[in-house]
DNA sequence: TTTATTTGACCGCG
DNA sequence: CGCGGTCAAATAAA
């Protein structure tokens, strides 16, 4: 199994390394929102075609918060989620400098001819940041004593696709080193027609412990049922 | 030199 | 026309 890590970062630096690595690619204002949201897509976008991106920004309410919304999903192979001993593909490069149209082709492959946003998994995770000292800032309190039991979750895809929550082992049953993060899962959808069609939006709400080291963050992920499904 | 970020411009949609 | 999302040139970093 895989495993994303949900990394604390300090004060005003961005706290969502979610395993993958990112390329930056935009930042705007957002209209009666207090902070810029950022825009990345996956760094093997064009050397694997992975549409996946995440806008990541800072909550209104808590600016130690950040909420990070995932639209798409992953379809590369990215070398620091390999096992290790596990042979990396060699990942060729072409047509770096590609022009707007063969963005569409990449849509098409991926979703078979229909380049519409319905087709994307989104996923919007709100993470707080554990060591951000702000005065007012309110001291992380983990939130899995809160609503725990149901709330402490693993997240995997379902065989169509859908952004899933299920409960999870709380944290002392892990025996490793590897520390769960208490993530409050709201699926916000809930079976409401957001749009017409079965759009995902999951939103998660992590308080991460204090004291914990950043390396040691983890969020379990079923990433094993997550690439399962990758087309 | 290659890769990533910054940032204003551009574009589509409502 | 405004807003949100993306592009791409300039710039920075590795």
Redesign the pocket.
């Known amino acids: 199994m895989e495993q994303v890590r949900a990394c604390e970062q300090s004060g005003l630096e961005e706290p969502v390394n979610d395993g993958y690595?990112?390329?930056?690619?935009?930042?705007?204002?957002?209209?009666?929102?207090k902070h810029p949201?950022?825009?990345y897509?996956c760094?093997h976008k064009n050397s694997q075609g992975c549409l996946a991106?995440r806008?990541v920004q800072r909550t209104d309410t808590d600016t130690s918060i950040f909420s990070v919304m995932y639209?798409g999903r992953h379809t590369c192979v990215q070398a620091s989620r390999l096992q290790p001993g596990q042979p990396q593909k060699k990942v060729e490069?072409h047509d770096?400098k590609r022009?707007?149209k063969s963005?569409e082709t990449l849509i098409n492959f991926q979703t078979g001819g229909h380049a519409n946003t319905n087709d994307y998994d989104t996923t919007q995770v709100v993470l707080r940041s554990p060591s951000f000292s702000f005065p007012s800032a309110p001291v992380p309190i983990p939130c899995q004593q809160k609503e725990s039991n149901s709330n402490i979750c693993s997240s995997h895809l379902t065989p169509d696709n859908h952004f899933m929550s299920s409960s999870l082992s709380s944290p002392s049953t892990s025996g490793s080193n590897s520390i769960f993060s208490p993530y409050r899962v709201n699926n916000i959808e809930s079976g409401h027609d957001l749009q017409t069609s079965d759009y995902d939006l999951c939103e998660f709400e992590s308080a991460l412990p204090l004291a914990l080291d950043s390396s040691d963050l983890y969020l379990d992920w079923d990433w094993d049922s997550f690439d399962g499904f990758c087309f």
């Open positions: 690595s990112w390329r930056k690619y935009g930042h705007k204002d957002i209209y009666g929102a949201r950022g825009y897509r760094t991106t806008q639209l490069q770096k022009k707007r963005q």
